[in-house]
């Protein structure tokens, strides 16, 4: 398969896992050699010493994901939105302009397999969002992308950590709501909700998916 053939959400994928394997290879080497090698007899030393490196093989695998990044953006048939997201996940960091972007959405929803109307987790025959050109229906409400503000957050929750999206907008009843939606009540693949609200914020919205 051709790299330039991948879909947005795999390459999301292969460069999270990425990050982790780069790290775990990079520590087994230093490991290796530290285990082969004298160490510090200062337990104090020891301890910052293998802090130390721990952070330097967390920044390598971080460098490796960059690197990444960059082969699979010059690659990819919508390098632009795959930047986006990337930032948005924390995949380094690549200052954008706003661009006036000329996709065909089918085209984008296919290339990618996406799907516009998703469902509630626990009940697979109930709509809970639904994505329809400059309009996004969330539950029963429904907005308008024109005066539709949203921001993407990771809420931590206990032990855990969930991805949450904050937004504000003006319902069909002229009403100003303010709510989040919590990904994990939908049924969707990993980041899709995320995506769909990029490429529509982009065609329809205030392009605000840039600036993260």
């Given at each position: ?62 460098i490796g994901c960059v690197l990444l ?16 997201i990337c930032n948005m996940l924390g ?122």
């Open positions: 398969m051709r790299i330039s053939n991948l879909n947005i959400l795999t390459v999301t994928n292969i460069l999270f896992y990425s990050r982790i394997v780069i790290s775990l290879i990079f520590g087994g080497l230093i490991l290796f050699i530290t285990n082969n090698g004298k160490m510090v007899e200062n337990q104090i030393l020891n301890a910052v010493l293998v802090f130390g490196l721990l952070l330097f093989c967390l920044l390598l695998g971080q990044r960059i082969y699979f953006t010059s690659k990819s048939k919508y390098p632009y939105i795959l930047n986006i995949f380094g960091r690549k200052r954008l302009q706003k661009e006036n972007i000329n996709i065909n959405l089918d085209d984008f929803i296919k290339d990618n397999n996406l799907s516009l109307i998703l469902y509630y987790i626990n009940n697979p025959q109930y709509p809970i969002l639904d994505f329809h050109k400059n309009k996004i229906r969330y539950f029963t409400q429904e907005y308008d992308w024109e005066n539709f503000r949203w921001r993407y957050k990771i809420k931590s929750q206990g032990r855990n950590s969930i991805q949450i999206l904050e937004y504000e907008g003006i319902n069909q009843n002229n009403e100003k709501i303010k709510d989040f939606i919590d990904f994990e009540k939908i049924d969707a693949e990993e980041n899709e909700v995320l995506l769909l609200f990029i490429v529509h914020d982009l065609l329809f919205g205030k392009s605000s998916s840039i600036y993260y």
